[in-house]
């Protein structure tokens, strides 16, 4: 085995940059992104490392690591990956790294902007390497509370008008501003964390006192009951960081209003965590409970690949469209996972981390676009291929992995999330999924085309194409798209035998 | 000899890949514009030679191994649950030999038709030709209906940036957008139906799907519905009522393009898959008979419509609408074979229209054919285009004659009388319209000045002919040693016919003005006036894009803002008002707080008392 605390190390090394730019990088913006780029890359080139050296014949749980906290309630720091959790801590590796450079040009106190940023990604790392469901639920917080700070300070505000019955309320809360989104993003996730919180010490308890182990856990089985409610919760708590119909209000304006690197992470990230946390806690402990509601889960995911679609298609504000399109395909995640097969499970899993980067890169040129032309109305602009041809030909790549196209990360998640949606009990869960690839061409099309062809205005002559440190991030992002979906195996190799056992428990003959 | 087979088929693909690759990753090389391009073709060129090849040996193997070479693509935890590979038969070698060879051609074309380009955007361009080449060999080659639909929206990606090349020009992005959402209209139908296939047979192979067709083993439950939905993916893409109304637009792109894309190749993937998976629509009769319908009104209705129409390119988008109606008929009566062939000639023949479109455009600088005119003087220029002219009408001895004939043949032989007479009509039309445009383009009296050079480049002309003698080969090859159908004796008489007919009238009426076309327009009024306006099938699509899609989209963002989330926001602002009334308890006065304790008091001893009776 690997002789190093390994992910310890890729947890830990932003936590470690963020205290080191707090201390030591004061009004020295380009420490402050050395240390980050520095620390980041260790975690990214580790997590490539591990996505190496995993062991797929041994399967299971590796790079075990254990230190007892808290003994006599049985908690303990205790971090291991699968394959699901592979991918996922590949997934969180490109997207800071990406983060750190399309974020260069944050000028106002990009110190505090840095550590936060790197603080959160340690949350997003421990949740997805911890094996104790108790410093998971830590790790999940340490993800979630910086992106208040984080929004509400280096956000930038849209506008909104009051409208309907309800504009009284639109006016009081302040509806459109960045500090509104910030509130609202985070009591919407605390709101979901006190379902989790309670579904949790509902299986500790149940489970005997004992241990917060997953693994511990994982070897009981619960009563049907128990298993049916806390289901219900850890969906709930969960599903609201997923972005499930009707709770997901808050990601449009929060991710609208995140400053880019923020938004990438939040999009591309954090969203996972909700559904990781739904495959990971939810079926892998209560079989029963998911198998109960799968109905209901998948049902509600078809309203949100729908009405997601339609949503983002009704949008004039650039960055709205690619939010609600989050909300659209988190809900081809969710369906994936609720068909309860194979196919639709590793569809899942997949279309996490296709979803994922094409959203991470989204958000990177959304914010180029925004830096340059100062706008984020689509009918505003146009023509902008011309003068930004790099921009226009990696928003056409993402595009195209967000409709699904062959040969993209994108398609092999739909393909296979279509596969098992026609094998699960309720097969007409395909019509809704296949309907929101459309709906998707139509609304991503239909930007790229407003946006970047279109005869060039002269209003526009000025722009310039991507510099820089901003090109690693495009570069790094596209390559990832297409490598992935020309050899959908890299991933699902590692990922089947992660979901395999765990379906194994739930269709128990 | 086939132990060479999937490797000479992985090159005949490969080429094309690398030359992708290499333009798309060296920027220096894709902006070096005319290099790029020698890059593509000599790629192209040299897997024009390995299909050729391979061809020779594909067809003199034994039918009864499988064909497919599959490689895992998608990793399960038992078989893997699709493959990559490639099927080396002579379906798919005929194919590969018509892609490379028009690509090929078309590519050396472009040298000369894109000359005014600036060299980074013909880089791109041949990178794009370089990945649609690449792409059309995946979709041929595919031993599997996964991999066949990869290629077959790849080649839709091709077309979309194809169709939009010149992206700043607002007609070729709206064409462009247009005809990448209407074929997925279609491929909607086929991702659902090859997954429900794979639901109930346990395979995406073709091979396997046909043992199982042919032992019987293939669960025949829900299939119709699952070939109907596949079958979908071919009226996109091949351009059938209701959605054939994205190919005339497509002609916003280079002519080339159109030549290569929109009518020798790519449209024809919807007859070459119904083609491929015959085995699989040969055991449900009623979808059938659907497809040999729509196929038969299909030719038809375009080509009323290629009747009114003044755009060269439009005319000829028109046709080739039309003749995969033909081909689709000739599928649906079950006569895949017959499909395959006119699919495989008019490749070749409206090719070369295109191209010989292509250096009439270059000539006189617009697409209206009543502004060309008094080409007479340069038999270089028309006489190509009119040899493949009369091929497509089908004249003796030219290829469209005979395999229009095996066609009209097939559709009666499967006892389909209806869709026998439209096709026979749209024949009659086919040779009208066709020569319409040949009486005013080439030869009415020439326009005055309009014209800048009369000088048709080399190597323009050299492709021209190129393709013109293969039609003539082809068309001799079959008269001289084509074996003949057991037809109607009748039916070569009643197609030569119907064509010299049509022939006869355009030249009576274009020529010497009798009747007048004019006042057969008018005879012919509401005819006329419906087909100008596509039947307003555009405008209906149009319609429900605008009023039907956008208009909802608009209503559920509105709701999701203003209900969903008002909702919301209501709670949210009631819980502030009701923080704001309830800190007004907070009056800051001792007496306030004194009465407050008194009241609590009481109440506390109240509760005392209840609770201990």
Request: aromatic letters at 14%; a neutral charge; proline letters at 5%.
């Amino acid at each position: 085995m690997i002789p190093f605390p390994v992910l310890s190390i890729i947890t830990w090394a932003p936590f470690v940059g963020a205290v080191l730019i707090m201390f030591t990088a004061r009004h020295r913006p380009l420490a402050v992104r050395l240390i980050a780029l520095v620390t980041t890359t260790i975690s990214t080139v580790l997590s490539v490392f591990i996505y190496v050296v995993y062991d797929r014949e041994a399967a299971g749980f590796q790079f075990y690591e254990r230190v007892p906290l808290v003994p006599p309630l049985g908690i303990s720091y205790e971090v291991a990956v699968d394959g699901m959790s592979l991918l996922m801590v590949l997934l969180t590796s490109v997207i800071i790294f990406a983060g750190v450079f399309a974020s260069w040009t944050v000028a106002t106190r990009s110190q505090e902007f840095y550590a936060l940023l790197l603080a959160l990604v340690t949350g997003v790392y421990g949740v997805f390497v911890s094996l104790d469901v108790f410093v998971f639920f830590l790790f999940y917080e340490l993800a979630v509370l910086p992106m208040y700070l984080l929004i509400g300070i280096w956000g930038s505000s849209g506008e909104v008008r009051p409208r309907g019955v309800f504009a009284w309320a639109f006016r009081q809360t302040g509806v459109g501003t960045k500090e509104y989104a910030a509130m609202k993003l985070t009591l919407y996730l605390l709101f979901g964390s006190a379902f989790i919180l309670v579904g949790m010490f509902a299986l500790y308890v149940n489970a005997g006192a004992a241990s917060f182990s997953f693994l511990d856990l994982e070897a009981t089985t619960f009563d049907p009951t128990v298993q049916f409610w806390v289901f219900l919760a850890f969906y709930v708590g969960f599903g609201i960081l997923a972005g499930i119909w009707p709770l997901h209000t808050w990601s449009p304006d929060g991710h609208a209003s995140a400053p880019t690197a923020v938004s990438m992470l939040h999009a591309g990230v954090l969203m996972k965590l909700g559904a990781y946390g739904v495959v990971r806690l939810g079926m892998g402990l209560l079989p029963e409970g998911a198998t109960d509601l799968a109905w209901l889960v998948g049902s509600i995911a078809c309203v949100n690949v729908v009405y997601g679609a339609l949503s983002a298609m009704g949008q004039t504000d650039l960055k709205y469209v690619i939010a609600y399109s989050s909300v659209s395909h988190m809900g081809l995640v969710m369906l994936g996972a609720a068909t309860l097969t194979e196919a639709g499970l590793n569809g899942a899993v997949f279309q996490m981390f296709a979803h994922g980067v094409m959203t991470g890169l989204f958000f990177a040129l959304v914010g180029l676009v925004y830096e340059k032309a100062h706008s984020r109305e689509i009918f505003r602009m146009g023509g902008f291929g011309r003068v930004m041809p790099g921009i226009a030909t990696a928003f056409t790549v993402a595009s195209l992995s967000s409709l699904g196209l062959p040969a993209t990360s994108g398609f092999v998640a739909e393909l296979l999330t279509f596969m098992g949606a026609w094998r699960s009990a309720h097969p007409w869960w395909l019509w809704p999924a296949v309907a929101g690839t459309f709906l998707t061409a139509v609304y991503v099309l239909r930007v790229a085309k407003q946006i970047f062809w279109g005869p060039p205005s002269p209003h526009f002559h000025h722009l310039e194409d991507a510099r820089g440190p901003e090109w690693v991030a495009l570069v790094l992002l596209t390559a990832v798209i297409v490598v992935f979906g020309v050899a959908p195996g890299l991933a699902i190799g590692p990922v089947d035998t992660a979901t395999v056992p765990l379906l194994a428990r739930i269709i128990r003959p | 000899m086939l132990t060479g087979s999937p490797t000479l088929a992985l090159v005949v693909l490969g080429l094309p890949a690398a030359s992708f690759l290499a333009l798309a990753l060296l920027r220096p090389l894709r902006r070096a514009g005319r290099l790029a391009g020698g890059v593509s073709i000599t790629a192209i060129g040299a897997a024009f030679g390995a299909a050729c090849l391979l061809w020779l040996r594909a067809t003199s193997r034994a039918p009864l191994t499988s064909p497919s070479t599959s490689w895992a693509w998608i990793p399960a935890d038992g078989e893997p649950m699709a493959t990559v590979g490639v099927m080396v038969d002579e379906l798919s070698m005929t194919m590969a030999v018509l892609v490379t060879l028009v690509s090929f051609l078309v590519q050396l074309y472009s040298l000369a038709y894109l000359v005014d380009e600036p060299a980074p955007s013909l880089g791109r361009y041949y990178a794009y030709h370089s990945l649609f080449a690449f792409s059309m060999l995946g979709l041929v080659l595919a031993p599997s209906f996964v991999q066949m639909f990869v290629f077959w929206e790849l080649v839709g990606l091709c077309s979309y940036l194809l169709i939009g090349f010149w992206y700043d020009r607002p007609a070729a992005a709206r064409a462009a957008a247009k005809a990448f959402w209407i074929t997925k209209l279609g491929d909607l139908g086929f991702v659902a139906g090859i997954v429900m296939l794979w639901a109930s047979a346990g395979t995406f192979d073709f091979w396997t799907l046909f043992g199982q067709a042919a032992g019987g083993t293939l669960p025949t439950e829900g299939l119709a519905t699952i070939m109907f939905l596949i079958y979908l993916g071919a009226v996109g893409k091949s351009a059938q009522f209701p959605l054939h109304i994205w190919l005339p637009d497509a002609m916003e792109g280079p002519t080339p393009v159109s030549a290569l894309i929109h009518a020798a190749t790519m449209v024809t993937a919807g007859v070459f898959m119904v083609t491929r998976a015959f085995p699989l629509f040969g055991l449900v009769p009623d979808v059938l008979v659907l497809v040999a319908w729509v196929g038969a009104f299909t030719a038809l209705l375009a080509a009323s419509m290629a009747c009114v129409e003044s755009d060269i390119k439009r005319v000829l988008a028109y046709s080739t609408v039309s003749q995969l109606g033909y081909m689709m008929a000739a599928a649906g009566a079950g006569a895949p074979g017959e499909a395959f062939a006119h699919l495989v000639t008019h490749g070749v023949f409206k090719a070369l229209l295109f191209l010989g479109a292509g250096v009439v455009i270059h000539l006189f600088h617009t697409n209206d054919v009543f502004r060309m005119g008094g080409l007479t003087g340069l038999p270089a220029v028309w006489v190509p285009f009119v040899l493949a002219t009369l091929a497509l009408a089908g004249i003796w001895p030219l290829p469209g004659f005979f395999t229009k004939e095996a066609i009209l043949a097939g559709v009666l032989e499967g006892g389909f009388v209806g869709p026998f007479v439209l096709l026979a009509a749209g024949a009659f039309l086919t040779a009208f319209y066709m020569f319409r445009v040949v009486f005013l383009a080439f030869f009415a009296p020439a326009h005055g000045g309009h014209h800048g050079h009369h000088h048709v480049p080399t190597l323009m002309a050299a492709v021209c002919w190129t393709l013109a003698g293969l039609t003539v080969a082809l068309g001799l090859r079959t008269a001289l040693v084509g074996e003949h159908h057991p037809a109607p004796a009748w039916l070569p008489w009643l197609s030569l016919a119907l064509a010299l007919g049509g022939v006869g009238l355009a030249w009576s009426m274009y020529r010497r003005g009798v009747p007048d076309p004019a006042v057969v327009a008018a005879a012919l009024r509401p005819l006329e006036w419906m087909a100008r306006r596509r039947y307003g099938l555009d405008g209906l699509f149009a319609a429900a894009y605008r009023w039907g899609l956008l208009a909802l989209a608009s209503l559920v963002g509105w709701v999701d803002r203003y209900v969903v989330d008002g909702v919301l926001n209501v709670l949210s602002a009631w819980t502030l008002q009701g923080g704001d009334r309830l800190r007004r308890l907070q009056t800051g006065l001792a007496q306030d707080y004194v009465y407050g304790v008194a009241l609590g008091a009481l109440c506390l001893l109240v509760l005392a008392r209840w609770a201990w009776s």
